[in-house]
T-cell receptor, first 112, second 109 residues
Framework: KAGVTQTPRYLIKTRGQQVTLSCSPISGHRSVSWYQQTPGQGLQFLFEYFSETQRNKGNFPGRFSGRQFSNSRSEMNVSTLELGDSALYLC???????????FGQGTRLTVV | GIQVEQSPPDLILQEGANSTLRCNFSDSVNNLQWFHQNPWGQLINLFYIPSGTKQNGRLSATTVATERYSLLYISSSQTTDSGVYFCACGVTSGSRLTFGEGTQLTVNP
């Protein structure tokens, strides 16, 4: 069974640009969550999607958005990039509710 | 929201030593997981353990939900055990996890 796949693995963007990250969950998993990891703030929850609906949202500005498709694949978008958005973005998938979450390899975003 | 605290923040061991990592949480949880973050950033699942005790090779974990803590035991440590260990907890419906700050483990040969 394939694991959680995130693309791209690495990304360099310029301030003010926007970026889209992709996450394909484990087959059969309908919940996809996104997390941001930075040295200063640690691992922080961004949002969770289940059956194409955002079910939970963390404390991030509106520049961070996401969506989920009917095949459970998810994308997150960050608009008007700031230097502080440089981070490792991790995606997790799970079956439903409070079950074990499995993480992808992450997308390392650098904003210059 | 729930607070998750891990201790110690840093731990340096000689190969072959045993260690105990602790995770305290501030509220009742329905989900608790331990992860090892590899050098490339991926979180590797170690245990899904909202309560009880589990063992997997040299690793074992215990969660005492009524006292709001979990312990991760590493026995006969190896250099490949080095890295950051995270505890993460979930309390609400949905899959939102709150992570601790992690324990940076270094195992020297």
């Amino acid at each position: 069974k394939a694991g959680v796949t995130q693309t791209p693995r690495y990304l360099i963007k310029t301030r003010g640009q926007q970026v889209t990250l992709s996450c394909s969950p484990i087959s059969g998993h309908r919940s996809v969550s996104w997390y941001q990891q930075t040295p200063g703030q640690g691992l922080q929850f961004l949002f969770e999607y289940f059956s194409e609906t955002q079910r939970n949202k963390g404390n991030f500005p509106g520049r961070f958005s996401g969506r989920q498709f009917s095949n459970s694949r998810s994308e997150m978008n960050v608009s008007t990039l700031e230097l502080g958005d440089s981070a490792l973005y991790l995606c997790a998938s799970s079956t439903e509710g409070l079950t074990e979450a499995f993480f992808g390899q992450g997308t390392r975003l650098t904003v210059v | 929201g729930i607070q998750v605290e891990q201790s110690p923040p840093d731990l340096i061991l000689q190969e072959g030593a045993n260690s105990t990592l602790r995770c305290n949480f501030s509220d009742s949880v329905n989900n608790l997981q331990w992860f090892h973050q590899n050098p490339w950033g991926q979180l590797i699942n170690l245990f899904y353990i909202p309560s009880g005790t589990k063992q997997n090779g040299r690793l074992s974990a215990t969660t005492v939900a009524t006292e709001r803590y979990s312990l991760l035991y590493i026995s006969s440590s190896q250099t490949t055990d080095s890295g950051v260990y995270f505890c993460a907890c979930g309390v609400t419906s949905g899959s939102r996890l709150t992570f601790g700050e992690g324990t940076q483990l270094t195992v020297n040969p």
